[in-house]
């Protein structure tokens, strides 16, 4: 964690960056997440993180599965992303759906920022062509062991391995271990 953090923190040293965590539905994307916030933590600079699980759609509104309809990108970048690029007096929340009551939070928490901060948002399809212009760096973790239907769904739609800007295999999350992908 303390090299992808000092290869981050070197890219984007100065004002907002944010990361995306992708992953397989089960591959330990909240904790990967976690360590590398707190790998980036330091004293002049925010770190926070959110979960896309936290910008879902109502069940009522998923007729064709996660990957296709299962979350609300127009609040995501409504409530969190673009409030957070805006590094000034503007608040972001982290959370925009109760996936346990099934709806929309209605008073959210509102957090702010200094002008050095980094948002990292784990979850599933962060790799998709709609959401690639909002990610700075993103990730992608690697465990063929926990695949699900909606895994199938979009790694048949996507090649999210080749949109990443790093890639891990996490099928051992205690060990992270990177892989270079060799693209010549």
């Not at 992708?22 to 790998?39: C, I």
């Not at 299962?70 to 109760?98: E, N, Q």
């Not at 992608?140 to 926990?146: I, Q, R």
Request: net charge negative; charged share 25%; aromatic share 10%.
């Amino acid at each position: 964690m303390a090299a992808l953090a000092a290869e981050i923190l070197h890219n984007y040293g100065h004002g907002r960056a944010i990361i995306a965590v992708d992953g397989r539905r089960a591959s330990g994307m909240q904790d990967f997440a976690d360590d590398l916030a707190s790998a980036l933590s330091d004293d002049e600079r925010s770190v926070f993180t959110a979960a896309i699980d936290d910008f879902q759609r109502p069940r009522v509104e998923r007729e064709h599965g996660l990957y296709l309809d299962g979350y609300d990108y127009s609040l995501l970048r409504r409530v969190l992303i673009d409030p957070f690029r805006t590094a000034g007096s503007t608040g972001f929340a982290l959370t925009g759906f109760d996936a346990e009551r099934d709806e929309p939070v209605f008073q959210p928490k509102w957090k702010s920022a200094g002008r050095d901060a980094i948002l990292i948002v784990h979850g599933v399809f962060l790799n998709r062509p709609e959401l690639l212009s909002l990610w700075n760096y993103s990730i992608w973790l690697d465990d063929p062991s926990t695949e699900d239907e909606s895994d199938t769904a979009y790694l048949g739609a996507v090649s999210p391995s080749a949109r990443a800007t790093s890639l891990f295999d996490n099928s051992d999350p205690a060990h992270p271990r990177r892989i270079f992908a060799d693209s010549c």
